[in-house]
T-cell receptor, first 109, second 116 residues
Framework: GQNIDQPTEMTATEGAIVQINCTYQ??????LFWYQQHAGEAPTFLSY??LDGLEEKGRFSSFLSRSKGYSYLLLKELQMKDSASYLCAVMDSNYQLIWGAGTKLIIKP | GAVVSQHPSWVICKSGTSVKIECRSLDFQATTMFWYRQFPKQSLMLMAT?????????EQGVEKDKFLINHASLTLSTLTVTSAHPEDSSFYIC????????????FGPGTRLTVT
């Protein structure tokens, strides 16, 4: 079966760095997405990785290792507004998105 | 970036009535649109995938006669919840994907449905 695993909840301190991991097992691979979702709102796109390596976009970076079925989202200089759920999703061979359950990130002052 | 709108943003209806939710891609053509449902503190659940001009593909466990999906144009898809019941109360979110299959999905702002 297809499976996406990510931690349920993480806590970090304002100004610090946090890494949210995601491991996956899917039928084929056409890329991995990270989305941010604030409570009561729809997800917003953060990043897309299809090749191995690190993609940096401002305070956020995303890493992919296809051989290990592993990705992480790195958030630097954390701000209170970064408190949200972070969803990992993998696009399978049929171009369908398989969603993880999301990681709730709590930022403390 | 691409913009997807949803209407209404919230709706309260009585049990047994039907509710229609519209999803529009405002600045791009969406050959494929997706409908999700999300219960509180849970992850997104894909309900169905719709391609313009063809019948929607429903996920297992989703009643196609209860959740009617129409994707009549490249910019509009509608979801109609028929004979709504309180257990249908949820956050319904649509997303749209452009012409390239491997492109990201752009999400609408969601519709919060409360059935009394």
């Amino acid at each position: 079966g297809q499976n996406i695993d990510q931690p349920t909840e993480m806590t970090a301190t304002e100004g610090a760095i946090v890494q949210i991991n995601c491991t996956y097992q899917t039928s084929g691979f056409n890329g991995l997405f990270w989305y941010q979702q604030h409570a009561g709102e729809a997800p917003t796109f953060l990043s897309y990785n299809v090749l191995d390596g690190l993609e940096e976009k401002g305070r956020f970076s995303s890493f992919l290792s296809r051989s290990k079925g592993y990705s992480y989202l790195l958030l630097k200089e954390l701000q209170m507004k970064d408190s949200a759920s972070y969803l990992c999703a993998v696009m399978d061979s049929n171009y369908q998105l398989i969603w993880g359950a999301g990681t709730k990130l709590i930022i403390k002052p | 970036g691409a913009v997807v709108s949803q209407h209404p943003s919230w709706v309260i209806c009585k049990s047994g009535t039907s509710v229609k939710i519209e999803c529009r891609s405002l600045d791009f053509q969406a050959t494929t649109m997706f409908w999700y449902r999300q219960f509180p503190k849970q992850s997104l659940m894909l309900m169905a995938t719709s391609n313009e001009g063809s019948k929607a593909t429903y996920e297992q466990g989703v009643e196609k006669d209860k959740f009617l999906i129409n994707h009549a144009s490249l910019t509009l898809s509608t979801l109609t919840v028929t004979s709504a019941h309180p257990e249908d109360s949820s956050f319904y979110i649509c997303s749209a994907r452009g012409l390239a299959e491997a492109s990201e999905q752009y999400f609408g702002p969601g519709t919060r449905l409360t059935v009394t």
